[in-house]
């Protein structure tokens, strides 16, 4: 199983970014597919997830800024981040989780300047 994340970069305050998962081993419709991130000094924390049935769930803190989607032709979960804070600063990963089967991708940084 292979998740490979990309799409970070750099961007201004409120501005937009799209990060991609591409999945190889799984099939994204039957996993909960999710994002997490990870600043400087702080632990990882949960961003968004979506699971077999669709159903989508945020953090708080990105509630109503950040989509996330699935592409099921192309088996790959996106997140799409609009009015990004410099406080989205992080390395995100994209995780795949199914009863007891737990896969995390290496991370893309996002690097938001305010």
């Known amino acids: 199983v292979q998740l490979q994340a990309s799409g970070g970069g750099l961007v201004q305050a409120g501005g937009s970014l799209r990060l991609s998962c591409a999945a190889s081993?799984?099939?994204?419709?039957?996993?909960?597919m999710a994002w997490y991130r990870q600043a400087p000094g702080e632990q990882r924390e949960f961003v968004a997830h979506?699971?077999?049935?669709?159903?989508?769930n945020y953090a708080d803190s990105v509630k109503g800024r950040f989509i996330i989607s699935r592409d099921t032709a192309k088996n790959t979960v996106d997140l799409q981040m609009n009015s990004l804070k410099a406080e989205d600063t992080a390395v995100y990963y994209c995780?795949?989780?199914?009863?007891?089967?737990?896969?995390w991708g290496k991370g893309t940084q996002v690097t938001v300047s305010s």
């Open positions: 081993g799984l099939m994204v419709r039957l996993n909960t």
């Open positions: 995780r795949s989780f199914y009863s007891v089967m737990n896969y």
């Open positions: 979506i699971t077999p049935g669709g159903t989508t």
